[in-house]
């Protein structure tokens, strides 16, 4: 996008959103009782809305998220927008920093995995609550989880938003989000087959390579030869290359890969280096290496 175009969105979304301000600002005139009648909430929801309270902030944020932030920026945009009237202090605003751009990815995907299967169950939802104060604290996790209830709400292009992360995010950040989806994927304890085959998409789009896909995947879900898929090899392999593979693999996914992404996120990659430990120490145990 040209800077020409650039401008002429900014200059119409501050002039629709002028207009609007002022129409709400206007001078009082006698209530219409059927502008503030009550009608049936939509479906999913759980409190009556008025056609008063409707407006347009969802439509603006998403057009200037999407000149700034392209597809993530729209979603984002929109889903902030939904949520004008209690953004006052401007804290949900998209950053731009290296953490600030894995935590909305973050987001946006976990949305996506969420929907999956069609259905969002109430064990995932505390699950990824838990998870994202956890990794991200009250405060701040409190927040995302607001957000991520309006993202639900949306249709999501996984594929213009993971080629969108897969051009701008590292490579190691990118291993470390897709352990994370798998994590939401677990969060009811079942892998279902169609948040699986999702999380296979979004790595793939992300420009993750296969086989650090399976290893990935074999750290949740586990069959008789998990060990050897963590560490990318086969049960063919020798003694030399067990250890060869598990020193590769331990440079791959070092916590210090990702400490520019603050301590949560390199806590949640200390666990995901613990998993690497354990397969090589699994396959040490069945051929009894010392």
Known sequence: MDIVTIIVVIVLGIFVYAILSMRRKGPE????????????????????????????????????????????????GFALGSMFEGMNTGQYAYRGTSRGDFAMSLLVLSAAVMKADQKVMRSELDFV????????????????????????????????????????????????????????AAADNLYHPEEVALIEKISGYMGISQADYLSIHAMFVKDPHWAYDVLEITKNATDAEVKKAYREMAKKHHPDKVVHLGDDIKKGATEKFQKISAAYEEIKRQRGIS
Do not use: C
């Open 129 to 184: 609550k838990s998870f994202f104060i956890r990794q991200f604290g009250d405060t701040e996790g409190a927040r995302l989880i607001r957000m991520l209830q309006e993202i639900l709400k949306q249709n999501i292009d996984v594929s213009e938003v993971s080629v969108q992360v897969g051009q701008f995010m590292d490579y190691s950040s990118k291993l470390q989000l897709l352990h994370f989806l798998f994590g939401i």
């Open 29 to 76: 005139r006698p209530e219409d009782p059927q502008s503030t009648r009550t009608e049936p909430p939509p479906s999913g929801t759980s409190q009556p809305f008025t056609r008063k309270g409707r407006g347009y902030g969802k439509w603006i944020g998403g057009g200037l998220g999407w000149a700034f932030g392209g597809p993530i920026g729209a979603i984002l």
